[in-house]
Each structure stands twice: as structure tokens, then as C-alpha cells.
């Protein structure tokens, strides 16, 4: 039978209707669809899909059962690798991952994984009820830092092998950047919620409002009785370009708008988190988290939203699907510019004009690519003479962020790099401090969720294999 060369559309809501609520997007496969998209898969003997996969979910034995409409039996398969299936058929990079190496990309699109990952663990999350089998406890105990992808997966990794698992929380609810970095019309918070529970049913604890290094020390958590800590604390400093004009109002960084829109619910009418309905908004930067700030300001009423971002379209950085979404719903995209000042009241001759120093506008410069830079992108190199001003009066920085020095600064023996990130032995997560691992984004910086997954699932593996060798000296 011949395959069928393009993957099955998503369903998704109408641009102009999306563009105004926050509710998802994708909408999801049938089950109909789901079938037809499964029997694209050649079941490679190879299955260098696998190898694509940080986390190494066995995507054709999943993708076979989905084929024959055990969508149960799939969901079986994926969990034994993911503790976060539904979370990462939305949001994961499936193709730079596991899609970008289907053998059936060669020739035609890809099997679209991430999709099926996706109907797979929101069938199961719809229709099962049953109660998870709970592991025989070891009488070990284990603290998680942090409940973003890396520590929820380090965290339930454990659980399953029969540790007491405790995670540790900054903030008011679990799920680290799932709940305050990526917006509801990606990833619905119940979403989130219901994976977390899940987490739950296998004995994982989960403490909020704690922050290790203020409210308890790591060398605290040894002395309550902790044999080892896995800190996946994130990276949630924000980086800003240290331009003049930054401290004016109106001035966010993309963590802070974030999460003002997203934990704290700022789009909902009734909430009493101050955000600002800017009506011209400038978003510099051009990763996922730049364009999930784009579309929640215009979500938020903006008239105007643009990207500004100082390499050309072929080098952005976020998923294909976001910036096309993005173009969809109307956000404008100012390309090969670089911000040099940011401007507003207080920049004015005519001080009767100051306005407690609200921004007014973002002085641009124009690019254009050079020579590769170490990484093998082209260099911006600005054009003298190019400025002009884009009126804007509100600008949101999205230019990545560094892990938060705190646990640094208050464990003795932890070693970082110079950009503030955990040092570590790749293979197992092991810092310079025996019985601490770390991590996901507080050892990386900034990158996915399915990465920091897989670094949680790693340092799991080896903390297991050093708590067992300590019982067995």
C-alpha cells in the first residue's frame, strides 16, 4: 500500500478567532486520524527515531499499537520512558528530534510523532481511571530542586524504583516553566496539573513556597536525613542587553510578563495581577519564548505586536509551527534589527512632556548577516546610519536567561561555569558535591523541556546506582 507523503493536519482554531482568547490552538487528533497518521510509520528496524528522542520513548512499538487502536497499550509504552507524555506531544521540538531522523522523511514528510504522543496520553488522561501500581518503598529518601521538566522527571523516575521523593518549590504551584513560561492556548495548566497528580499516585511529595537556599540550605536537606539531591532549579534570571532606556515603565522581561499572563492568570478578567494592555508592543528576541509573549500580548488586546529579532527569518530559533502560528495571527515581524536604545518621557528635551518615564518607542538599527561566528550562525554585522525609531509603548526582552545564583551562593563545594550553570559529569548529572546531581536549565541555560527531561532521567539512573553502591559497601 502506498504511504501517504504529507503527515495529517492538526486541527486548529481559525487565526482571527484564536488570536483573541486563550484557549489551545491544536486541537488534537480523532482517534480516526490518529490510526491513519500511525500506518504512515515504515516500523524501521533501525528505528533511528529513537535515537532522536532525548528521553528514548520506543516510538515504533507506541506508534504499532496506536496502528491496531490500542491506544491504552501505547500510552503503556510511553510512560515507561516519559513521566510527562501529554506535556511533551505539545511542546517538544519533534522536528529537530525524534521526527528529523524518520526514515520516512527522506522522501516525504515525516511521521508526525509529537502529534501522536499527544492523542495518545490526552485519550489516556480522558478515560482511565484506574490507580497506578505503587513501587515497594526502600526506606531511601531523595529530594528534587525545583518541579520543572528535569526535576518532575528525575522525581518520578525515583518514585518508581521505590525512593521517597520530596520536590521542593519556589513558588506556589508545581510544574516549574510549564506553568509560569508557556502560555494556556499551548499548554493548558490542567494539562499540567493532571501529569503532576499522576507523579502523586506514585508517592512523590511536592512542597511549594520553598526556596532552597533561603528558606533550607542543600546542606540542610543531608542533615534532615536526604541522601542525595537532584537540583533542577531552572534558569529563571533574565537576561536584558544593557542598553539605555530599560528601567522605564513598560519594560518587561519575557519571564516576568510570563508569568504575570500565566501563574498568576492576568488574562482573566477577575484576577488581581497588574499587566500592562499595551496597544504597541516590541518583543526582542526570537526563540519559543519570544513568540509565547508575542501572542499573549496579543491575546492582551495589543494592536500591534512585533519581533524584533537580528538575524533573518532562516535563523530564528523557535519551532517552525510557533512562528507560523504566529504570522497567522498578525504578529509583524521586524527581521535583521537590532535594538540600540529604548525610548520614552524622561528621554525628551521638553520636560513638561515627562510621564513617570513610560516607554514610547524602540530606536532600531539595521542588520545584515556576515561571516559565521563560532557556532557556524552568521554574524549580524549593524549598518551605520540605519537607525529609525519604532513607536511602541511597551517592549519585552526575550533574550534568554541564566540559572539564579542562590544555591551556588549558599552550598559550599558546587562548582559553576562562568554564565552561573551547575558544572557536572554529563553521563550521570554528578556536581562537584558528592550526592548532589543537577539538571535540566540550571546547568544549560535556557533550552527544552524534553531535554531537561532527559537530564533528569539520567542523574535518576544515577543516583539509583550510587545510593545502591553506598548500601552495598
Known sequence: ???????????????????????????????????????????????????????????????????????????????????????????????????????????????????????????????????????????????????????????????????????????????????????????????????????????VNIETNVVIGKTITVDELFADGYEAVFVGSGAGLPNFMGIAGESLKGVYSANEFLTRANLMKAYDEDAQTPIMHAKNVAVVGGGNVAMDAARTALRLGAENVYIVYRRSMDELPARKEEVEHAQEEGIKFEILRNPVEILGYNNVTDRRDIKNGF?????????????????????????????YVLPVDCVIMAIGTSPNPLIKNTTDGLEVNRRGGIIIEESTGATSKEGVYAGGDAVTGAATVILAMGAGKTAAKAIDEYLTKKTNK
Open 359 to 387: 516607554v514610547t518607542g524602540i530606536k532600531l538599527i539595521k542588520c545584515e548577516l556576515g561571516e559565521p561566528d563560532e557556532r557556524g550562525r552568521r554574524r549580524p554585522v549593524e549598518i551605520k546610519g540605519s537607525e
Open 1 to 203: 500500500m502506498a504511504v501517504e507523503p504529507k503527515k495529517h493536519e492538526m486541527p486548529v482554531q481559525e487565526p482571527l478567532v484564536r488570536a483573541k482568547n486563550f484557549k489551545e490552538v491544536a486541537l488534537g487528533y480523532s482517534p480516526e486520524i490518529a490510526v491513519a497518521e500511525a500506518k504512515r510509520c515504515l516500523n524501521c528496524k533501525n528505528r533511528p527515531c529513537v535515537e532522536g528522542c532525548p528521553v528514548n520513548i520506543a516510538i515504533p512499538d507506541f506508534i504499532t499499537k496506536v496502528k491496531s487502536g490500542d491506544f491504552e497499550g501505547a500510552y503503556d509504552i510511553i510512560s515507561q520512558s516519559s513521566s510527562l507524555p501529554a506535556v511533551c506531544g505539545r511542546v517538544c521540538p519533534q522536528e529537530t528530534q525524534c521526527e528529523s531522523k524518520c526514515t520516512l522523511g527522506i522522501k516525504f514528510e515525516p511521521v508526525g510523532i509529537g502529534r501522536l504522543e499527544r492523542f495518545v496520553a490526552d485519550r489516556h488522561n480522558a478515560n482511565n481511571t484506574a490507580e497506578p501500581k505503587i513501587p515497594q518503598p526502600n526506606g531511601r529518601k531523595v529530594a528534587v530542586v525545583g518541579s520543572g521538566p528535569s526535576g518532575l522527571a528525575c522525581a518520578g523516575d525515583l518514585a518508581k524504583k521505590g525512593y521517597k521523593v520530596t520536590v521542593f518549590e519556589a513558588l506556589h504551584l508545581a510544574g516549574g516553566v510549564l506553568v509560569y513560561g508557556i502560555p494556556e492556548f499551548r499548554l493548558p495548566k490542567d494539562i499540567v496539573k493532571k501529569e503532576v497528580e499522576t507523579l502523586k499516585k506514585y508517592g
